[in-house]
């Protein structure tokens, strides 16, 4: 078993009799869920071996099934999302970096590469993403598309290693779990970049308090995902980490500079001007598909409901989130929870994130066991580790078979495990999880 955890002997009057039966069985699961005792190490392994045989596949496939070297199934560039990068990033180079914001003008430039046939993949980044999509650019498309995979996954895999650093688990199992976890396969699938924001997000809480300004330099450069802002700032504020906001604040006005003399004021406009589109056509009537999307909101408009119904319960669930947030800052719990809750309400509090943005959760569930392997696993934080493994793989599979939004739901309710405990000990004014730490 691991670390922390005992099994439960039962008690003299356990023995249940005949008619007990369905009752002792319920309260067998509800040990086992609690104890975490059904997420045993060969099954652990047996998991993380099939994903990586499954993606290696997958991956192999799709490089040996596309047309001319780029294209899968005639109309999706190989690396998907990818392929809106690498035309912005042509886009820049030709001198016209406004034009990726004008979406008739992107998706033509997309469908004069990759063929006419080419489904539609917009750009709604800030004017931050341009430079590396430049960078990028300069480079043939498949050679782009795989030392942008290769460098983010290397950047992803070393905020794993450093939150796991000192705790008891050996470089290849950390290596093997990390690289098995399977918002890794979406983000490789889709050319996407959730392992920048898995490791900045990752760095950020790591460094909070050893090296609190380069912690604010990586919470600074999330700008380039502006709809993940509403947790960090509260969050910081609650744990009067100054120094980060200062550095995050001073990183933001830095890079926002740079744009802006590279790119000028026009960039900017053209950003601005596009936000209706990216909020109309791809959020609120689902142009990217709300089987994708892992947000309250979009678990709404999946249901049929409106879009002030789905902008309503998506308010409720930030504000929830928040409060529950602020709890957990307030209590005594270790910095790793805190560090791992302010993560996961990050995903809760915005109504688009995507499944590869879960990738985010790699580095909560890394705090998580180095927390749980050093001081023991709180009740039902194992099984809360086991289901956040499986919501990425499983939550757009089941929407497009059902029409059932499972991913939203399931993030709810390892957000409720986590932060249980901590917010159990302040409401009795006492420690929570574990004592008060100020570093990790």
């Given at each position: ?18 008619n007990d039966q369905g ?42 099934f596309t047309d001319d ?356 000990g302040l409401l009795r ?12």
């Amino acid at each position: 078993m691991a670390p922390g955890l005992q099994k439960d002997q039962g008690g003299p009057n356990d023995q249940g009799g005949p008619n007990d039966q369905g009752g002792a069985e319920r309260s067998g699961l509800r040990a086992t869920l609690r104890s975490g005792g059904w997420l045993t190490r060969e099954r652990v392994m047996i998991f993380q071996f099939f994903m990586l045989a499954w993606m290696a596949a997958a991956i192999g496939l799709a490089f040996a099934f596309t047309d001319d070297g780029m294209l899968a199934n005639h109309t999706i560039p190989l690396g998907a999302d990818f392929s809106e990068v690498w035309i912005a990033g042509r886009e820049v180079l030709a001198g016209v970096p406004q034009q990726p914001y004008d979406l008739a003008q992107h998706v033509a430039a997309q469908r004069a590469t990759f063929g006419p046939n080419t489904q539609i993949f917009g750009w709604h980044y800030p004017p931050y993403f341009l430079a590396p999509a430049a960078a990028l650019a300069r480079l043939p498309y498949v050679p782009a598309l795989v030392v942008w995979q290769l460098a983010t996954l290397a950047f992803y895999l070393a905020a794993l290693f450093a939150i796991l650093r000192d705790a008891p688990v050996s470089r290849g199992a950390v290596a093997l779990g990390s690289l098995a976890f399977p918002a890794v396969f979406v983000n490789l699938a889709h050319g996407q970049n959730g392992f920048v924001t898995a490791a900045l997000l990752g760095f950020g809480f790591l460094w909070l308090y050893r090296r609190p300004a380069l912690a604010g330099v990586m919470f600074g450069l999330l700008a380039y995902k502006p709809h993940f802002a509403l947790v960090l700032p509260f969050a910081l504020i609650a744990l009067r980490r100054w120094t980060t906001i200062a550095s995050a604040a001073a990183t933001f006005i830095v890079i926002t500079g740079a744009t802006i003399a590279t790119y000028g004021f026009d960039v900017w406009r053209a950003f601005f001007d596009s936000l209706a589109i990216t909020r109309i056509v791809v959020l609120e009537d689902g142009a990217a598909g709300f089987e994708k999307i892992q947000s309250v909101f979009a678990a709404v408009r999946m249901l049929g409901g409106g879009t002030a119904l789905a902008y309503g319960a998506q308010g409720v669930v930030d504000v929830v989130a928040l409060a529950a947030l602020a709890g957990v800052m307030l209590s005594r719990a270790d910095v790793r929870v805190k560090a791992a809750t302010a993560i996961l309400a990050t995903l809760l509090t915005t109504p688009y994130a995507l499944d590869y943005d879960m990738t985010a959760m790699a580095p909560a569930g890394a705090f998580l066991i180095a927390f749980g392997l050093e001081r023991g696993f709180p009740p039902y934080l194992k099984t809360a580790l086991g289901l956040s493994a499986a919501i990425p793989l499983m939550a757009r599979p089941i929407a497009i078979l059902t029409g059932i939004p499972v991913g939203a739901p399931a993030c709810l309710l390892v957000f409720g495990l986590i932060v249980a405990a901590p917010l159990a000990g302040l409401l009795r004014n006492r420690t929570a999880c574990a004592p008060a730490v100020d570093s990790i």
